[in-house]
């Protein structure tokens, strides 16, 4: 089985700028989650969806949101870029019933200048 | 609201020394309790799941509710045990939110 892909897998952008990363989950998984990575915070959830529905937010600002398609592909959008967003913004999947064992992509990381 | 505590940033251990990573949780309910691991330039994977009670490259984990910890062991630490270690709290009540800790960074010497 193919793993969770994430692209773009390198991303510069400048302040103010919006963004949109991209996840595909493992065939088969419906849930995916995404967190942002930051030597200072560590892993901080963003939000889950499943079969097209938020069903958790993390503590973020409106500028991130997400959505998730019929074919369990996910995208998150950071809108209005600022320098603090800088990160590797991770997505996992799992499959139905085990929501905790996630498979985790290898990231995006977000440079913002 | 549930919060996962790793107390150590950092630990360094000999080849073939014990190891003994500590992670602490705050949650009122019964919690499933994951370890996670990044060995360098992989991905983030799951390491041990508390509910299966198994042991995974020689690690072990045991939930112990009343101290609320769920400390991970090794007897015999590996060079190949160098890596990121989560702790990561999931609720029953399915809010469907993995809570990490900010993660222990483990070297292993020769």
């Known amino acids: 089985k193919a793993g969770v892909t994430q692209t773009p897998r390198y991303l510069i952008k400048t302040r103010g700028q919006q963004v949109t990363l991209s996840c595909s989950p493992i065939s088969g998984h419906r849930s995916v989650s995404w967190y942002q990575q930051t030597p200072g915070q560590g892993l901080q959830f963003l939000f889950e969806?499943?079969?097209?529905?938020?069903?958790n937010k993390g503590n973020f600002p409106g500028r991130f949101s997400g959505r998730q398609f019929s074919n369990s592909r996910s995208e998150m959008n950071v809108s209005t870029l600022e320098l603090g967003d800088s990160a590797l913004y991770l997505c996992a999947s799992s499959s139905p019933g085990l929501p905790y064992e996630q498979y985790f992509g290898p990231g995006t990381r977000l440079t913002v200048t | 609201a549930q919060r996962v505590t790793q107390p150590e940033k950092l630990l360094s251990v000999f080849k073939g020394a014990p190891v003994e990573l500590k992670c602490n949780y705050s949650y009122s309910g019964s919690p499933e309790l994951f370890w996670y691991v990044q060995y360098s330039r992989q991905r983030l994977q799951l390491l041990l799941r508390h509910i299966s009670r198994e042991s995974i490259k020689g690690f072990t984990a045991d939930l112990n509710k009343g101290e609320t910890s769920f400390h991970l062991k090794k007897p015999f630490a590996q060079e190949e045990d160098s890596a990121m270690y989560y702790c990561a709290l999931g609720t029953p009540s399915n809010d469907y939110k993995l809570s990490f800790g900010a993660g222990t960074t483990v070297t292993v010497r020769a």
């Open positions: 969806y499943f079969s097209e529905t938020q069903r």
